[in-house]
């Protein structure tokens, strides 16, 4: 089949974008239990504490009190909400009805905006651009 065209599947960049962000997670609960100050250190623990599942599921799917959960983790560590929200905004182009350039455009901001909070996402994203973009 030499005519063949390689897609990349979004499942693979989702999962990588999410052990990221499960990988930062685990640091910041590390983090929080070397806080030195009592009672600062119970407050991010707890704000901390069932964060994993309501991070990882996708906005549409979470009920009030992980919404909740959501709200409070951005309050005791910004950068996992920041983190959160720059997850569902590459879903949000993975949905989209677009074209496969605007869906290279998108993603190559996603990139530049995302790097900092996912850089082995980003430059994965990178290398396989085309195919990830590649029309099905």
Known sequence: ???????????????QINEELDTKIKQEKRAAKKIKNRKIRQETLTGLTHSKYPLLKKKESLNHEEKAKIETVEQV??????????????????????????AFDKLLKWTEN???????????????????????
Not at 90 to 98: Q, V
Not at 114 to 136: G, N
């Open 1 to 15: 089949m030499p005519n063949a065209q390689i897609v990349a599947d979004r499942f693979h960049v989702m999962k």
């Open 77 to 102: 560590a910004p950068e996992l909400g920041e983190m959160y929200h720059d997850k569902e905004a590459i879903r949000d182009i993975f949905d989209s009805p677009i074209t496969s350039d605007e």
């Open 114 to 136: 995302s790097y900092q909070y996912f850089p082995k996402s980003c430059r994965t994203i990178s290398r396989w651009i085309d195919e990830i973009v590649a029309p099905v």
